[in-house]
């Protein structure tokens, strides 16, 4: 199974850039033991359009285009899972042989409502907003993290 992540918004040179690439190759590098095909990071540009509702329709139909397989939301508002329950669904999913799963962080106006709509998962990292390159940090990490549990790897203790 292949993890893709799609984030709206292109990141700045700095050490959060260069945290999330090496938890992007931790984790490519532990998932490849498992059978996970891979970790593609894929980075949208903003809409430009007026208004927010059509910002977040246009990112979208550009996060559709990306999207392969099961759709994972990034939100506020998501259900708050444990790393162990998220390394499991995903360990699940490996199983039942899908195809992949997409991990996807919206732009600045957040995801459209359509979208959470075809979502397999809605996930939260608490309900505090985040600052979006952070949020690449820490989904590379807990993809990374799952890969570790899922291994049995002394990585995550509980």
């Known amino acids: 199974m292949r993890l893709i992540l799609v984030a709206v918004g ?29 970790l593609d990071v894929v980075t949208l540009d903003e809409s430009r359009a007026a208004d927010g ?18 759709l994972i939301l990034l939100d506020e508002r998501g259900k708050s899972l444990g790393s162990e329950a998220f390394a499991e669904r995903l360990g699940r999913w490996k199983d039942k042989s899908e195809e992949a799963a997409t991990l ?37 990490e807990q993809l990374y993290r799952a890969m570790t549990i899922l291994a049995g790897h002394p990585y995550h203790r509980a």
């Open 10 to 38: 292109r990141t700045k040179a700095g050490p959060e850039t260069e945290l999330a690439a090496r938890y992007q190759d931790r984790a490519a590098k532990a998932g490849k033991a498992l059978g996970f095909r891979g």
């Open 53 to 70: 509702a059509q910002r977040k329709a246009e990112e979208a139909g550009a996060i559709r285009r990306q999207r392969v397989g099961r």
């Open 104 to 140: 996807v962080i919206g732009g600045p106006d957040g995801l459209d409502p359509a979208l959470h709509a075809e979502a397999d998962l809605v996930l939260s990292f608490g309900a505090m907003t985040w600052p979006h390159q952070l949020v690449r940090v820490l989904a590379l």
